[in-house]
């Protein structure tokens, strides 16, 4: 590990502890903070380290080298934790318990009406208002060592945001060899059917978060149909082939090749293809690579779905580091269930009983270009 990784690593942790008494701030965070006690953990292998919080389970940092060994942090993320209040932007960020919208923030189970906390005009966006990641989860299992990981749980009340039933949860980051993590969500309804589809919300930009646009990362992603979307990003219900369309990424492309064509960005999920590689479903979803750097980014995952989004709504402002974060400063790629499944009948279900367990598996794995 070099001096100046770990000065830089020492200097975010210090500087977001200090601003966490002060900066929490406003009446419902006050409230929040008694709830819990904030945390920061480093996971570190090497050269590779990533910094997470307890905070909605958030990834506050990924470093990593370059192909001239110069590390740097590739995911998007606040100035400070105060910032992570009231976010709307999701900034590294453990999601649900719905990720995606549900339309009109309602649905129906076993002909009972439920009502959703409207976050996104008159949607429920990514759990709603006081989601997943708006809460302090607590520390499960902390392991240190060659393969360091850590738990967090959260218990979701009956009735929160307007969800059914009380729900737990659990999230694990490990970091699983050389450049490599993963991350693995259950869920296990108490005592009431509820729809579940938990994300992670990471921003990456693999040329060093803060350094341009994503524009010109080669991006790759293993589907041949999307969902499309009507009116304020709900899908249709329909799954249309992306062959001969901007949506096309089934050989590497740029995302600026086409998005001018795309209303508003890319912003919509992907339906992946490929035979599952070990009986439990995991497939490849997704490669995104930066030439700048040479560094490379595999996405293995267990969802049926990916959400592609390109930070359509940046908007420069400053962020950790004093990095300014333009439009397209970053592109997300959420593995889920397809959105609004609850109004999609031939949608993969998302409800979950009493007795049944909501698993999530994602596996990140970086490499170098001059490697291969």
């Not at 009446?27 to 996971?43: D, H, V």
């Not at 992570?84 to 995606?100: E, H, K, S």
């Not at 938990?198 to 790759?220: E, K, P």
């Not at 992907?270 to 035979?275: F, I, K, P, Q, S």
Request: proline share 4%.
């Amino acid at each position: 590990m070099s001096r100046s990784a770990t000065a830089e690593t020492t200097t975010l942790l210090m500087c977001l502890m200090a601003v966490a008494a002060v900066s929490l701030g406003g009446a419902e965070a006050r409230k929040q903070q008694g709830k819990g006690t904030l945390g920061f953990y480093e996971l570190r292998r090497g050269e590779f380290s990533m910094v997470v919080t307890n905070w909605g389970a958030t990834i506050l940092s990924v470093r990593l080298p370059d192909k001239t060994g110069h590390i740097d942090d590739v995911v998007l993320g606040y100035k400070n934790i105060g910032a992570y209040v009231n976010d709307t932007t999701y900034f590294g960020a453990l999601v649900g318990r719905v990720a995606n919208r549900i339309a009109g923030g309602r649905f129906t189970i076993k002909n009972r009406p439920y009502h959703t906390y409207k976050n996104d005009g008159n949607n429920t966006l990514h759990g709603g208002h006081r989601g997943f990641s708006q809460v302090f989860w607590s520390v499960r299992e902390r392991v240190t060592g060659e393969f360091p990981y850590i738990t967090f749980s959260y218990r979701s009340y009956d009735g929160e945001q307007g969800f059914p039933g009380a729900l737990d949860v659990l999230v694990t980051y490990k970091i699983d060899g050389d450049y490599s993590y993963s991350v693995t969500m259950y869920a296990r309804p108490v005592d009431k059917p509820t729809p579940v589809n938990l994300a992670q919300h990471s921003y990456w930009n693999l040329r060093g978060h803060g350094r341009g646009t994503i524009l010109d990362h080669s991006v790759q992603i293993f589907a041949s149909a999307v969902t499309p979307v009507g009116a304020h990003l709900i899908p249709t219900g329909a799954v249309t082939p992306v062959a001969g369309t901007p949506f096309d990424f089934r050989t590497p492309a740029a995302p600026g090749a086409h998005i001018a064509e795309v209303e508003g960005g890319y912003d919509i999920n992907y339906v992946l293809d490929g035979a599952e590689v070990d009986g439990q479903g995991v497939r490849k979803v997704a490669v995104v690579s930066e030439a700048t750097s040479g560094r490379v980014m595999e996405l293995w995952a267990d969802q049926p779905g990916v959400q592609f989004y390109t930070g359509n709504f940046l908007k420069g402002d400053e962020s950790k580091g004093g990095a300014v974060y333009v439009k397209h400063g970053g592109l997300c790629l959420e593995t889920q269930d397809y959105p609004d499944a609850v109004h999609n009948a031939k949608f993969p279900t998302e409800i979950y009983r009493k007795g049944q367990v909501y698993k999530h598996y994602m596996l990140y794995k970086f490499s170098l270009a001059t490697n291969k």
